[in-house]
């Protein structure tokens, strides 16, 4: 059809990645309040929730693990035997072809929630946290991940993390950085799944201002050159500017991250009955594909690869 032979955009499972949240334990699972369809995995389920990901034809999936202890250095992140280092184990052991990434942050380790470590006025101590976040991407190479993926937004993390990785032979591991990272409301019930949110205060010191677009070019420029790999812009849909903005500011491949909110927001719509799941699901996509995106990381990634 012409239709189809002038259309501008398109997008296939090759380009998804679902997103897990891996919890301590053995044989539990835990559904997610406010993500219908969302559930916390044991190492056991969430492998098998892998075998069906890889199958459905989706390559990727991003790991957060919900741990059982939390301090306030947050150092189940960087525990080799940490629930998210022996995920990836794991899955890679029986699915050594899907990729795995990890999300590479403190706050569902820390005892406080914060992205790192406190000091003794309550602010994040940027270069203390810097070397736990570091370390944090190493046990993760260790263990066989694909990729890391810094979601913490500290100043100088994706430097600190290359140049550790590369220290300990781990120069070939791309890093995924959340370059554009809102401090959104959207993010509401993934606080819920991974258990992160913070006890007091909130993540505006480090997060970037929902109205600012220039900040996060700047931002993905100090990214890029202390070696980033891929540049995420997140949330998504609200955000669509700002995806175009990196995509015309940088040669880097764009990743948008679809977060719980945006997948909330769609679940409950549709479980009224007030909008077409499947149709909306694949014109969001399809508009954070126009916008520029090249990597769409969607809780809906395992439904889009079976409906499309
Ligand atoms: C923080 C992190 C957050 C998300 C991914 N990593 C949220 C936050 O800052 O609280 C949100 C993802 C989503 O809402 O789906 N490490």
Known sequence: MVRSLVRETSFGSQQLVQPLFVLHGTDRREPV????????????????????????????????????????????????????????????DAQPELIVITDVCLCAYTSHGHCGVLDDDGTVDND????LLAKTAVTHAQAGADMVAPSDMMDGRVGAI???????GYSQTPIMAYS????????????????????EGDRRAYQLDPANVREAIREAKIDEEEGADILMVKPAMPYLDVIRALREE???????????????????????????????????????????????????????ARWL
């Open 162 to 168: 290359r140049s550790q990785l590369d220290q300990e």
């Open 33 to 92: 309040q406010s993500m219908p369809g969302i559930e916390r995995l044991s190492i056991n389920h969430l492998v098998e929730e892998a075998g069906e990901i890889a199958e459905s034809g989706v390559p990727a999936v991003l790991l957060f693990g919900v741990p059982s202890d939390k301090d306030e250095a947050g150092s189940s992140a960087y525990d080799e035997d940490g629930v998210v280092q022996m995920a990836v184990r794991a899955i890679k």
């Open 180 to 199: 554009a990272k809102y401090a959104s409301a959207f993010y509401g019930p993934f606080r819920e799944a991974a258990q992160s949110s913070p006890e």
């Open 250 to 304: 940088s040669e880097l491949p764009i990743a948008a991250y679809q977060v719980s909110g945006e997948y909330a927001m769609i679940k409950a719509a549709a479980a009224s009955g007030w909008l077409d799941e499947r149709a909306v699901v694949l014109e969001s996509l399809m508009a954070i594909r126009r916008a520029g995106a090249a990597i769409l990381i969607t809780y809906f990634a395992k439904d889009v």
């Open 128 to 131: 203390i946290t810097l070397e």
